[in-house]
């Protein structure tokens, strides 16, 4: 089945230690997702890549940056996470065009920090 | 801009009983409209989505909702609760290629 895979599935890491989490992507879709979700909380956007163009947030911390290499694959690195960090990480696809496609989640990264 | 709002952060039904999540957009544009699920440590899956057409959408897992343009509102239902079913569900609004994201109402089911 095409899919959106994510690895690791769980990640600890120490307070400060640069971090990359992975998202790979056999939908051949032109948009790819990463949120943080917090407990209890929505999926916050931190950016996305439209193809090769990157589109970050507003609020989205400097710590936080992303590469698309190919259309399957995304990486989110953290360059020096903090304890505010911690959180479930989710990669996303979507066709991009219609512009009303749904979007496509992995099952998450839960990064701890230590 | 737009917005989501889920009234109810948590919600408890029994095993049988009619499940009903509320959610209301606010949108400068006709919105398109999706409800996803998301059990424990998984993503979020797609239950049912609203772009144009029909405004009562049957998903997957028995749920539909309906949108009501005058009530701005997004309502998810399912007519009988199963124990599978218990989840954190979320409304979200697409615009511009972007979702809007409401903070989620964590469904319980009692047997």
């Known amino acids: 089945d095409a899919m959106v895979i994510q690895n690791p599935r769980y990640q600890v890491t120490q307070f400060g230690k640069p971090v990359t989490l992975s998202c790979s992507q056999t939908l051949n879709h032109n948009v790819m997702y990463w949120y943080q979700q917090k407990s209890s909380q929505a999926p916050k956007l931190l950016f996305h890549y439209y193809d090769k163009d990157f589109n970050n947030e507003a609020d989205t911390p400097d710590n936080f940056q992303s590469r698309r290499p190919n259309t399957s694959f995304c990486f989110l690195d953290i360059r020096s996470p903090g304890l505010g960090d911690a959180a479930m990480y989710l990669c996303a696809t979507s066709r991009g065009l219609p512009n009303n496609q749904p979007q496509h989640f992995g099952d998450g990264t839960r990064l701890s920090i230590l | 801009a737009q917005s989501v709002t889920q009234l109810g952060s948590h919600v408890s039904v029994s095993e049988g009983a009619l499940v009903l999540l509320r959610c209301n957009y606010s949108s400068s544009v006709p919105p398109y409209l999706f409800w996803y699920v998301q059990y424990p440590n998984q993503g979020l899956q797609l239950l049912l989505k609203y772009t144009t057409g029909a405004t009562l959408v049957k998903g997957i897992n028995g749920f539909e909702a309906e949108f009501k343009k005058s009530e701005t509102s997004f309502h998810l239902t399912k007519p009988s609760a199963h124990m599978s079913d218990a989840a954190e569900y979320f409304c979200?609004?697409?615009?511009?290629?972007?979702?809007?994201f409401g903070d989620g109402t964590t469904l319980t089911v009692k047997p």
């Open positions: 979200a609004v697409l615009q511009a290629g972007k979702s809007t």
